[in-house]
């Protein structure tokens, strides 16, 4: 078999798209049943036995026969037998085909009998006044299921096609508007006005000079509709939809409007090609998918996502995304339409529902394996009040899964309920954020993009607790779940923020035994300082004040971390000691219980301003919302993995002010080492006192460090340099620091151990 290269039936537009999918059914059900076809690159290739570019180019002149597509249910439909025609025009077109006596016309001229038969036995029905069907949608149903009842077979793939009924009720697929009707233009009607533009109605002689002229015509306009070999003058009619760069009007050209121009081949080809999708109407819709917009009831067409291509803007209000299915491996017609009647687009436990959904089935083997590629094409009001399908992008089917879109299906539940036409702008805003970020993880993965979306979720979890009477209309609570150890792995970057961020967002403290007292419920973790939520023993419910350390993500975030710091102390002012001996020279028990020690490389970087601030809050926000029970041996994998940097090592231990303080708000302070024990292990409880806060968080962190020196040095570290009014440190910075756990396990304290010998070596060099 030779294969035809169909050059004309592209990917891209809708129009030759579906103009390819139109020849390959109109092969299959007029020449033989044998036909495949693939797609190589941008076009269709199609391959027979006995068939050639000849042959088809034969057919189609001289054989074809056209389906029936007639819509008796529209009023602009050409069958209004009684009172003032509401389109002369179309009328004209139905009575020409039924007096015709072309053979080729045969099955449509049945069809246009049975159509009137219908319309008869509407009228004596009652659902039929003046010419036009009473009532709306309800009436429309049944006079659709008379036509059903009435029609030959070969007028039911366009019936199908076009309309879905279900139980008492219809849909519209899609791509055919509403029952063939897309805007003004029905295109049943447009169906036959192109057939008249190229002569297929003609009853002159096949000898006469003008059937001559107008089968040359055809023929020309059919080779560029098929392999775009010759240059044709286009007639001057529209597509519709389907070619957005042929409908003319404002601005379409470079001289101003311009008229719209069309192939009429094209046309007629590609609304036989949305046939192939007419098993869509035998289709078992879900009770979820019937209960939802009505454009489900098309394969591969679901709800507009306004978000993933350069053109998405916020006001948009499209009609849905049709997503057009491409195949490497050459499948018969009966393969292509038995997968497109399935529509596969598997999302978690439902069929996808949005273009969010869909890009995320695949990218998750939620697609039919035939499928490696898809257009994504956009039906909007871009054209006055007309509809364009508009290409905005192409999406290859994962051969595996994206572990990065795996997860996302968790937040499914949480956002879905937050949605709403009621829901506050900032909600809103954040969702569309969300959405994007949702959409470049299925398409791209990444840790990076995959931080965006817990970030972009932080940030409507935060929009959501300013109203407090949406989130309760919503039955919102705070967002829960999202476990540490499985995301954890897939977030990391392996940059410096993201370990900071990790070991800021996994501090917390013991969760209380039974019925927590006022003061253990407040303190909780590092979480319940920055997000909207408190702790308490039924878990996290919203603060009823908001975040207790605000603006976090509206402020710079060493300013809010620094308030987090002066929150801590506040909270550990009231926090019982434990029962272990501590220096209770200085008492304010500050350190969280738990927390993932970093590297003081990293500190180092933190220090001296080598991190990019704006991804560090983004990165925290989102970590904030992880649940980090049992997550620490994953984390810690995570945290490990740093660079070996003694530069950035010695950034932290050269900083006096930072080295003399750390022990204190870690915590533990090493034992120092001595002349008969020069290498202890061991250490000791300390505390900070509750004045060095203040003077930290005001910018005389120098007087804070001077009196822990005094008592670094009552404890045996006795060369600790006193010149600490010459340390410059930024104080976000520094309070940043002072948060963060050095240790990693247990009472290890070699990094800390490592700070204060060098500090207390610098004055013997």
């Known amino acids: 078999m030779t294969p035809i290269h169909l050059h004309g039936c592209r990917a891209e537009p809708l129009l030759s798209y579906l103009a390819g999918l139109g020849v390959v059914r109109l092969v299959a059900e007029q020449i033989t049943p044998d036909v495949s076809a ?151 009607i447009g169906f036959l006005e192109q057939m008249e533009a190229l002569g297929l109605f003609s009853e002159l002689s096949n000898h006469s000079q003008r059937r001559r002229m107008e089968s040359q015509s055809a023929v020309s306009l059919l080779n560029h509709a098929l392999f775009r070999d010759s240059d044709v003058e286009l007639c001057r009619s529209t597509s519709s939809q389907f070619d957005p760069g042929g409908v003319g009007g404002p601005n379409s050209s470079s001289i101003g409007d311009a008229d719209p121009l069309a192939n009429p081949w094209s046309f007629i080809l590609a609304m036989e090609g949305a046939m192939v999708f007419a098993s869509a109407a035998a289709r078992r819709l879900s009770a979820e998918s019937q209960t939802g917009p009505s454009k489900v009831s098309m394969p591969f067409t679901v709800a507009a996502t306004v978000v993933g291509y350069g053109s998405a803007a916020e006001n948009e209000s499209p009609k849905g995304e049709l997503w057009a299915p491409l195949w490497r491996d050459e499948m018969s017609y009966r393969e292509i339409r038995n997968f497109i009647s399935e529509g596969r687009s598997q999302w978690g436990r439902n069929q996808a529902r949005s273009g969010l959904d869909f890009v995320r089935a695949a990218a998750t083997l939620g697609i039919d394996r035939s499928v490696d590629e898809f257009v994504r094409y956009l039906i909007s009001d871009r054209h006055g009040q007309s509809p364009l399908a508009v290409p905005i992008g192409r999406y290859k089917v994962s051969n595996s899964v994206r572990p990065e879109a795996d997860l996302l299906r968790q937040l499914d539940d949480w956002v879905s309920r937050a949605r709403s036409n009621q829901a506050p702008g900032g909600v809103t805003a954040a969702l569309s954020a969300l959405d994007r970020a949702q959409f470049a993880v299925a398409t791209h993965g990444g840790a990076r993009r995959l931080q965006t979306v817990l970030a972009a979720l932080a940030e409507a979890e935060q929009s959501v607790s300013r109203s407090p009477k949406y989130r309760g209309d919503r039955h919102l609570h705070p967002i829960g779940g999202l476990l540490a150890q499985e995301w954890l792995p897939l977030l990391d970057d392996a940059s410096a923020e993201f370990r900071i961020a990790v070991g800021l967002a996994s501090l917390s403290d013991r969760r209380p035994s039974g019925i927590p007292s006022g003061a253990e419920a407040v303190r909780g973790s590092f979480a319940t300082l920055l997000r909207p939520v408190r702790r308490d023993r039924y878990g996290l419910n919203w603060s009823k004040g908001g975040p207790r350390v605000p603006n976090f993500g509206r402020c710079p975030l060493f300013d809010v971390l620094n308030d987090a710091f002066g929150a801590r102390a506040v909270l550990s002012a009231s926090k019982r000691p434990d029962n272990e001996t501590y220096d209770r020279i200085a008492g304010l028990p500050f350190a969280f219980d738990y927390g993932l020690g970093v590297d003081i490389a990293d500190v180092g970087h933190l220090l001296y301003g080598q991190l990019d601030e704006q991804r560090l809050g983004d ?103 006193d010149s600490f009014e010459r340390a410059s440190i930024e104080t976000g910075r520094l309070a940043t620091a002072l948060l963060l756990r050095l240790d990693r396990v247990g009472n290890d304290q070699r990094q800390i151990r490592s700070l204060l010998m060098y500090q207390s070596t610098v004055e013997t060099r």
């Open 38 to 188: 693939r797609w190589d690159g941008n076009h269709l290739v199609i391959a027979a036995q006995d068939l050639d570019d000849t042959k088809l180019i034969e057919f189609f002149a001289d054989h074809y026969a056209p389906t029936a597509v007639i819509s008796p249910w529209n009023s602009g439909g050409g069958f209004q037998d009684e009172g003032k025609p509401t389109s002369p025009s179309a009328q004209r077109l139905v009575e020409m085909v039924a007096e015709s006596n072309h053979q080729r016309l045969a099955p449509y001229r049945d069809a246009i009998i049975a159509a009137k038969e219908a319309r008869q036995a509407a009228r004596h029905h009652g659902l039929i006044q003046d010419g036009k069907i009473i009532g709306r949608d309800k009436e429309k149903a049944q006079f659709i299921e008379l036509c059903r009842a009435r029609f030959p077979d070969k007028a039911l793939p366009w019936l199908d096609a076009s309309v879905v009924l279900l139980d008492n009720d219809i849909a519209f697929p899609l791509i055919l508007g509403t029952g063939g009707n897309i805007g003004r233009r029905d295109l049943s």
């Open 619 to 721: 990165i925290l926000a989102g970590l904030l919302l992880l649940e980090w029970e049992d997550a620490f041996s994953v984390a810690a994998n995570c945290l490990s993995a740093v660079p070996d940097d003694p530069v950035a090592r010695l950034h932290a231990a050269s900083h006096p002010i930072y080295v003399v303080l750390a022990p204190f708000f870690a915590g533990r302070l090493p034992i120092a080492p001595t002349d008969t024990e020069p290498n202890p292990n061991q250490s000791i409880a300390v505390h900070p006192r509750p004045e060095w806060i203040g003077a930290i968080r005001t910018g005389a962190a120098h007087t804070a460090a001077r009196s822990a020196a005094h008592l670094l040095r009552g404890r045996g570290w006795r060369l600790i340099a």
